[in-house]
């Protein structure tokens, strides 16, 4: 199984989370990261408060996992989401549903601390790796 990781659980990584580090290591290899989460982390590791090292720490963690960039084959998946959610009167962040569109094209699991949003969107699974 391979994983994409959502903003949150990153940050939780960089900041020293240990039962996060424990999973991210224990996948080592199968772990993949969304432009939108990239540019989400670098908004993090680039406020005028943050030290250098927030930012070689950021670099570090991207070296080690794969990207991924948004696609026609994502936007599209993503409009399908987002058209049947509202089909049935259900919404979900666009930042979100761009991440899990990745993900069901990718077939991977996304990890998440933020379950309720992702819970909500057909065909996807989703783990949280913030509770031990």
Request: charged share 20%.
């Amino acid at each position: 199984m391979s994983f994409i990781l959502d903003t949150d659980i990153c940050s939780a990584f960089l900041k020293g989370n240990p039962v996060v580090w424990q999973h991210c290591m224990q996948h080592n290899g199968q772990l993949s990261v969304s432009v939108i989460t990239v540019a989400e982390l670098f908004t993090w590791a680039l406020r005028a408060t943050a030290t250098p090292k927030r930012l070689q720490k950021l670099l570090d963690f991207l070296a080690d996992v794969t990207l991924l960039d948004i696609t026609p084959e994502v936007g599209r998946r993503f409009g399908e989401l987002d058209a049947g959610m509202l089909d049935v009167g259900q919404r979900a962040p666009p930042m979100d549903l761009l991440i899990a569109a990745t993900a069901i094209l990718h077939n991977l699991t996304v990890v998440t601390h933020n379950v309720k949003d992702f819970s909500r969107v057909p065909g996807l699974t989703v783990v949280d790796w913030s509770k031990p």
